[in-house]
Structure formats: structure tokens, C-alpha cells
């Protein structure tokens, strides 16, 4: 089977976005638009993948730069697509196919590229078309009174009849290497906008006897591509109703399917219930029967199954185990790992903090770099003085101790098992197991005393 290269032309600057950061890196769906459509490429298992830019191109580079078997090759002078094309031909193996895409066209499917590669391993030119109502703007795919392509034409440089045509030039194609090389070589310039334009390889190709096979995507917003923020905000509600409907077909029920933004890749178990206006970010694992309240953002979080995270969470970097619950209003930090059946309450924080089976923190409290074991009660108003102005360390607090309320434990400390702290203390050394540990001040009143009072103005 015929090798297959990728092209991917990236260089345009986006003038339209207003913006400083490059087209390509703008974001949809938490990913750089041009990750999409590497992703694709790498779906149809492309030998090499060719990604020429142009503006902002080192800043284009470097978010890639982990990104295996990727050329990048500069486009100085962006003079068309035409001459982008010829810009990666050095690259190329003849011997093989070449797809080109566009790093602007993020929602692009394997599945709608792959018939066009197969045509163009049977020595066809495939090219990809869509049926616009409104094709003002794009180039217009002419054929003849049999229907065959014989070539596309600019909107510039088009007639009005040819402008009345609404079949449209996605700019998607594939063909032999050998061929397009040749084509690319006999480019002009002689058109309205002056530049080398890769639509006019097909009149080339129906010059010289090749076959061109067009193929219609039905689904237009697919081939889509971005100028400008509305544009983009436009693909993001399309994206984020796919992912919305995708969960529904597997078992999920979305409360609101308008109002949940899915930002990376996200695995859902059966009967999951997700309320309005939850984000999911980053790598994201639901178990069945998770139930998710509203405005929860959840980020690179493993969720098990019967948990209940009730509203305004913040969750990212954490494991949360079967049958727990959390919030509102809780926020689970990084590297929080929390058993079956714990209770995390409202306005509790945790970071680099495990809790055993059955623990419960519910009330105003932060624990940070700490070990909770089994059973354990964390009062209200309790914190783990962690951070010593220079370093950190960690609180371990044994099976089922009590923490009394507006307790500080001042690591490095331990409290045993079953010991009780009592409200209001300042731990900082450790309490060997089934103790009591009071630190209080001793009550003092004071009979008649007055409280300061401002002078009065004159």
C-alpha cells in the first residue's frame, strides 16, 4: 500500500483574530486548533506529516514540540496555497499519496478523509466539496454538462454565473505525490490576488486524463474554517454539542446538553447525571452513577463510581473513590486521593492530601500535604500549618482520630489513633494514640472593662 504524507498548511497570520497569539494555537474544545487536525492525521496513520507556517511560527513550533514525526517547514513569503504546497514538496516521497489539509479546519473526521486517500491510491484526484446556501467567499467547484469536475474558480476571478454555483472548494484534496509535483510546478500567478493558487491543479489534472473524484461532506460546519472569534465561538457550540451528544448516546443524562463544556478527552460509566454548566478539562474519568451538580469544574480527575460531587467544585488533579461525596463549594488540589465513602463538605481545600475509608472533612477546612486515616472526623475550621516559609511538611493523622474545631496542626506532626484534639488548639507536636490534647489559653475575664472609643471629631 502506497505511502501516505500529510500537508498541513499553518502559515497564515489571522489577521481577523485580532489577536497576538497565532491562528492555529487559538483554542477550541480546551485543544490549538492545529492539534485537531494533527490528531486527524495521525488517525489515517500518515508517514509524515508536514506542517508549513509562517506567522508566529517559532511560538507555533514550540507548543508542538512533543509532537512525534512532524516536519515544520517555513513558508517566508505567503504568495498562496499553491506555493505553501510547493514549500513541503522537498519533503515528500513520490513513491506515495499526499493528503493537504488546513490548520485552521479543526473538526475535519478520519472518516471523511480516508475515502479521499483511497481514491487517490486508485491514481484519482480526490477532492472534498460541500453545498453551501451561501457560498459567497469561496471558491466554486465547475462542472461539466455530465456532472465531471473540470475545475474551481476563485470567487475573484469568477463570472456571475459561475458565482451563482453553491457547490464549494473545501480546499481538502489527495493525490499521487509524483503528480502533484508536477502540477504544483506549472502553478501561475496570473489571477486577481496575484497568487499561486492549489485549486488549479485541477484543470491540470483534467488536462492531462486524470480522474478527479469529488466527494461532499454532509455535514458543512465539519469543513469549517476559522478568520475570526465568531467563527471559532461558532465550531466551540458545534464541538461541545458532539461531545454533549456523544455522552447522551452512551448513557449519560446532560441536564442541560447546551450548558456542559467538554475540554479533553472524557469516559463516562452508565446512568451519570451532569447538571448545567459543568467543564470537563483535561483527561477526565466518570464511574456509573456519578452525579455532578452544577457550576463543577472537574480537571484531569478520576471520579469512581456512586460519587456525588454537589455544586460549585473545583476538582482537578484529584481521585475521588466509590460512594463519596463532595461539596459544595469544596476544592480538591492536586494530588488528592480520597477512599471510598469520604465526606468532603463545604469550603473545605485540599492538596497532596490522602483520606482513608469513611472520613469526613466537612466544614471549612484545609489540609495540605497530609495522611488521614480510616473513620476520621476533621472538626470545622481545621488547617494543617504545612508551609514553613520555606518548606513543606506533612501532617499524618491516624485511624479514627477527632479533630475538634478551629484546631491547627502544625506540621511535621502525628496524631495517633483514636486520640481526640480538642477545639480550638494549636497541635505542634505529636499525640500518641487514644490521647486527649488541649491547648487552650486558660479563660480570662476581665469585670468592667471598656473598649477603646474614637475621639470625637470637633
Not at 503528480?179 to 490576488?193: S, Y
Amino acid at each position: 500500500m502506497q505511502q501516505l504524507s500529510v500537508v498541513i498548511l499553518a502559515a497564515g497570520q489571522g489577521k481577523r483574530m485580532v489577536s497576538d497569539l497565532p491562528k492555529v494555537l487559538h483554542p477550541l474544545g480546551g485543544r490549538p486548533l492545529l492539534a485537531h487536525v494533527l490528531s486527524a492525521a495521525g488517525y489515517l496513520e500518515a508517514t509524515v506529516r508536514v506542517v508549513v507556517y509562517g506567522h508566529g511560527g517559532e511560538v507555533v513550533k514550540a507548543a508542538f514540540a512533543g509532537e512525534p514525526s512532524v516536519l515544520w517547514v517555513e513558508q517566508a513569503q505567503q504568495l498562496g496555497t499553491g506555493h505553501a504546497v510547493a514549500q513541503a514538496l522537498p519533503f515528500l516521497d513520490d513513491a506515495g499519496v499526499t493528503l493537504v489539509l488546513y490548520g485552521d479546519v479543526p473538526l475535519i473526521q478520519p472518516e471523511t478523509l480516508q475515502p479521499l486517500v483511497d481514491a487517490a491510491r486508485q491514481s484519482q484526484l480526490a477532492l472534498l466539496t460541500v453545498e453551501l446556501a451561501k457560498p459567497a467567499g469561496y471558491g466554486r467547484i465547475v462542472r461539466d454538462d455530465h456532472g465531471q469536475v473540470q475545475r474551481i474558480v476563485e470567487e475573484k476571478d469568477a463570472t456571475p454565473s459561475e458565482r451563482c454555483l453553491t457547490e464549494i472548494n473545501t480546499g481538502i484534496l489527495a493525490v499521487s505525490t509524483a503528480k502533484l509535483r508536477a502540477w504544483v510546478a506549472g502553478l501561475t500567478n496570473a489571477n486577481a490576488q496575484g497568487e499561486y493558487y492549489l485549486t488549479d491543479i485541477i484543470a491540470l489534472a483534467v488536462r492531462d486524463g486524470v480522474s478527479v473524484a469529488p466527494f461532499t461532506v454532509t455535514e458543512p460546519m465539519e469543513v469549517q474554517g476559522i478568520n475570526d472569534r465568531r467563527q471559532l465561538a461558532l465550531l466551540e457550540r458545534f464541538h461541545q454539542m458532539r461531545q454533549a451528544d456523544k455522552l447522551m448516546r452512551n448513557g449519560a443524562t446532560l441536564l442541560d446538553p447546551a450548558r456542559v463544556d467538554v475540554r479533553g478527552p472524557l469516559s463516562a460509566g452508565q446512568d451519570v447525571v451532569i447538571d448545567a454548566n459543568v467543564v470537563f478539562e483535561g483527561t477526565v474519568r466518570l464511574g456509573n452513577r456519578v452525579k455532578i451538580g452544577p457550576f463543577c469544574v472537574l480537571k484531569d480527575a478520576v471520579i469512581g463510581d456512586d460519587v456525588e460531587i454537589l455544586s460549585h467544585c473545583w476538582i482537578e488533579g484529584a481521585e475521588v473513590g466509590a460512594g463519596a461525596q463532595v461539596g459544595p463549594f469544596a476544592r480538591l488540589r492536586l494530588d488528592t486521593r480520597l477512599a471510598a465513602g469520604v465526606h468532603i463538605g463545604n469550603f473545605v481545600e485540599t492538596k497532596k492530601t490522602t483520606i482513608g475509608p469513611g472520613s469526613k472533612v466537612n466544614h471549612l477546612t484545609y489540609l495540605g500535604d497530609a495522611e488521614v486515616g480510616t473513620g476520621v472526623n476533621v472538626g470545622a475550621g481545621t488547617i494543617t500549618c504545612n508551609y514553613d516559609g520555606a518548606n513543606k511538611h506533612k501532617t499524618v493523622i491516624d485511624d479514627g482520630a477527632f479533630i475538634g474545631s478551629n484546631s491547627s496542626l502544625v506540621a511535621p506532626v502525628r496524631i495517633g489513633k483514636g486520640a481526640t484534639i480538642g477545639a480550638g488548639s494549636s497541635v505542634s507536636r505529636s499525640v500518641p494514640d487514644g490521647s486527649l490534647c488541649l491547648t487552650r489559653a486558660p479563660r480570662k475575664e476581665v469585670a468592667n472593662w471598656q473598649r477603646p472609643v474614637k475621639p470625637k471629631k470637633l
